[in-house]
């Protein structure tokens, strides 16, 4: 069984594995303590990033800039040695994936946001927004695919979440 963290913020001097295209996680990247206590063979703990600033001028926002990553923690994820193959990293791979889809949705709609005096409440919800449809995501996934049992289902997953990057692609993680 494996199962998904999800983190919002990360602090400063925490570890973490920005998203990249060309870099696939491998085992040695999941460095957390096993629970024991756990049905689950592997945890990923990924997780959206976001900050924004807004500038002022007679008081009246007149711009604002806004940073969103997906990034993975390698000391809140883990898995079990002897039990963690091939199938099961790719399974905890497209879980870093979801989360990077959802932030490329998430720096669209800051794209279409236009500058207000409501723009720090519209980034909020946006960012807001986007971790609760990346939740529902990462627990459909699970549930589909039951935990990567099902590999007819894992396969349908991993071709839908590769289309919706590319189609996303303009927004992807430098």
Known sequence: MIFLFVLNVSSNNEVTIQWNENKKLTWADFRGAVDTTSDAVAVTASGITFSF?????????VSFNAQADAHFYPEKSWYIKDKGDDHILAHEQLHF????????RLRYGISKLKVSQ???EDLRALHEDANMELAKMQNAYDLQS???????QQAIWAEFVKEELQKYSAFRSK
């Open 53 to 61: 600033s807004v500038q002022q001028s007679n008081d009246r926002f």
């Open 97 to 104: 994936d979801i989360t990077e889809l959802h932030v490329r």
């Open 118 to 120: 409501r723009i720090r």
């Open 146 to 152: 039951q935990n990567s049992i099902d590999k007819e």
